[in-house]
Nanobody, 124 residues
Framework: QVQLVESGGGLVQTGGSLRLSCAAS????????MGWFRQAPGKEREFVAT????????YYSGSVKGRFTISRDDAKNAVYLQMNTLKPDDTAVYYC?????????????????WGQGTQVTVSS
C-alpha cells in the first residue's frame, strides 16, 4: 500500500503564499504521476495540478494556472505545491494523490492512492 502524507497547510491572508508537501512511502514513487486535488465544504473534489512521473510534464486547472506550481523530488519521495497570490476561493482541504502509472491525468478516478488532506484557509 502506498502511503501519502500532506503537510504545510494553514491560515494565510489573501495574497499570501503557502507551500504544501506530500511525502510518499511504500512503493516506487518515481513510477507514479502525482496530483493535487482540493475539496471545499459541500463541493465536489476538484483537480488542481498534476505532474508526470518524469517531472517534465505538468498540467493545471484554469483557476490556479499562473499562481500555483507543482514539482517533485524523487530522491526525497516528495511532491510539492507552491501556492502564490492566494485568495479566499482557494480555501479547501488539499489532497495529494498518486497514479499507478506515469501519465498525466486530471480525473479523480485515475488516482489510486490518496493522502488524508491538509487544510488551507485564506482570509482577508
Amino acid at each position: 500500500q502506498v502511503q501519502l502524507v500532506e503537510s504545510g497547510g494553514g491560515l494565510v491572508q489573501t495574497g499570501g503564499s503557502l507551500r504544501l508537501s506530500c511525502a510518499a512511502s511504500g512503493r516506487t514513487f518515481s513510477n507514479y504521476a502525482m496530483g493535487w486535488f482540493r475539496q471545499a465544504p459541500g463541493k465536489e473534489r476538484e483537480f488542481v495540478a498534476t505532474i508526470g512521473a518524469s517531472g517534465r510534464s505538468t498540467y493545471y486547472s484554469g483557476s490556479v494556472k499562473g499562481r500555483f506550481t507543482i514539482s517533485r523530488d524523487d530522491a526525497k519521495n516528495a511532491v510539492y505545491l507552491q501556492m502564490n497570490t492566494l485568495k479566499p476561493d482557494d480555501t479547501a482541504v488539499y489532497y495529494c494523490a498518486a497514479r499507478t502509472g506515469p501519465v498525466l491525468s486530471d480525473l479523480r478516478s485515475q488516482y489510486a492512492y490518496w493522502g488524508q488532506g491538509t487544510q488551507v484557509t485564506v482570509s482577508s
